[in-house]
């Protein structure tokens, strides 16, 4: 299975044998977006005050941030819970971690890498927030290629 959290949506496709089941994506709203959304949210509920986006961002890429630890602790309580909401969406469409491997590119890839609880051995993340435009480049370089043009 090959998830692709990006800012608004999480993408979810089937691959078996190295080819992607077409029947089998999904668009699932539920982008790294919303999770900012609810942590901001979060801090202006129980604190009454607003952190700016780019301290959000910056501890959901590496999981710190120069921050006291009651803000802290409201950004990572609000981002294990959204990865945990990741991985139940994975598995209302049929994600089992015993029976396949799941492969998570874009954005989304930080949060769960920093936040998550998940097998090291049976999920692969891409941090690279450019992998999925750099697949799409690949394959129509690859299609360009086979229509007999040159790159």
């Excluded at 990865?83 to 799941?102: P, T």
């Amino acid at each position: 299975m090959l998830a692709d959290i990006g800012n608004g949506t999480m993408n979810v496709m089937y691959i078996n044998e190295c080819r992607p089941l077409e029947k089998k994506c999904f668009t699932e709203k539920y982008g790294t977006n919303q999770c900012i959304l609810q942590i901001r949210e979060n801090i202006m509920r129980q604190f009454g005050t607003k952190v700016d986006d780019t301290v959000i961002e910056r501890f959901i890429r590496t999981g710190k941030a120069d921050i006291s630890e009651k803000y802290a602790k409201v950004i990572r309580d609000t981002v294990t819970e959204y990865v945990k909401g990741i991985f139940r969406i994975l598995r209302e469409h049929e994600y089992d971690s015993e029976l396949m491997r799941l492969y998570i590119v874009g954005g989304g890839g930080c949060m769960i890498k920093n936040f998550g609880e998940y097998d090291t051995n049976r999920v692969i993340i891409n941090t690279d927030i450019c992998a999925t435009a750099k697949g799409y480049e690949y394959l129509a370089e690859l299609k360009f290629r086979r229509k007999g043009g040159a790159v």
